[in-house]
């Protein structure tokens, strides 16, 4: 998946935090478990947790995560998702609709913002990751 390859890519350039895909999830405060395609846990979020309690389905939120639409997804259902992860923590979000060739990106507090062209930018917790959408788009075309 051209996503979570480039999001460790980014990571490599620093190898602080740690980078999850969608093979695991994650259980929030609110007691729901959710499971991203992407997600990057700052060390800060990481501090005073033991190597152990981040395997497999920890329970604390990622600071970033991203949610990649497929057809089989409802468009509201991961929208609903998306305000989720905002919810219990996260303080970024990215929900890529290749349909529709944009990314709706999720803050606390802030209105969901929809970016299109080739790339988008990371702030706060993956401040200078930049991810290639036309990598994602071409997997779509």
Known sequence: M????QLRLWWKTHRRGKVADSNGGF???DGSMLSPDAAYLSPETLAG???AGVRGLPHLCPDFVI???SRSDSFRD???KMQD???NGAALGW???PYQQQVLVYRPEADTEAVTGVAIQGSGPVEGFT????EVWRCYE
């Open 2 to 5: 051209a996503i979570i390859h």
């Open 27 to 29: 259980f929030l405060k």
């Open 49 to 51: 947790i033991p190597p």
């Open 67 to 69: 949610e990649l639409l």
């Open 78 to 80: 991961t929208q609903e």
């Open 85 to 87: 992860w905002i919810a």
């Open 95 to 97: 929900l890529i609709d």
């Open 131 to 134: 991810l290639d959408l036309t």
